[in-house]
């Protein structure tokens, strides 16, 4: 059974729709970062049930707990985090790029293993290391997806990477502009 509700504000109706909180935004609100991706980006890049996004204090971030169960037989579950990198109220960098670019030194000096990956956004990259992917999605907007596996001795790289590859195409198709 689907129940409509409607509520009266102000002389004008607003109407509940079952799901309707579920559906991805048309834009990332550089607010929210579980505006990046959605549950169902999640569920479907990984092929695993996910658990609703939990915004961090600050917003910058969002965590998604995905496919962690007792099955020994199934692939090892991980925790997914989207964040923004710039534009955000932490960051010194004045654009998107230079954020990016920062970024990329830093890692570098630090020792981490990186990686250039094609196809997403403007440009990206992966580090091995810690298991982000950077991207540059546009001029104005640059973000980050993190996998960590609850079980690292027992991760596919090559699978995991195709799935934050497909969530950030996702993403970077719905970045602000």
Known sequence: ???????????AVA?????????PSKRIA???ACTIVSRRDVEKAFG????EGTLS???????????VGDDPSEPSGGVLTASHLFPNYFQR?????AAVEDRHAIETLSGHLLDD???????AYLNRTTGDLIVLATRHYAF??????????TQNRSRDTRSLKELARGAVARAPR
């Open 93 to 97: 960098s004045s654009t998107a790029r």
């Open 117 to 123: 990956v094609f196809r997403v956004g403007r440009s």
């Open 48 to 51: 695993r049930p996910a658990t």
């Open 144 to 153: 980050v997806l993190r996998w960590e596996p609850t079980s690292p001795g």
């Open 15 to 23: 109407w509940a729709v079952p799901g309707a909180a579920e559906a």
């Open 30 to 32: 550089v607010d929210d």
């Open 57 to 67: 204090a600050e917003r910058l971030s969002c965590q998604y707990g995905v496919g």
């Open 1 to 11: 059974m689907v129940v409509f509700g409607a509520v009266v504000l102000g002389g």
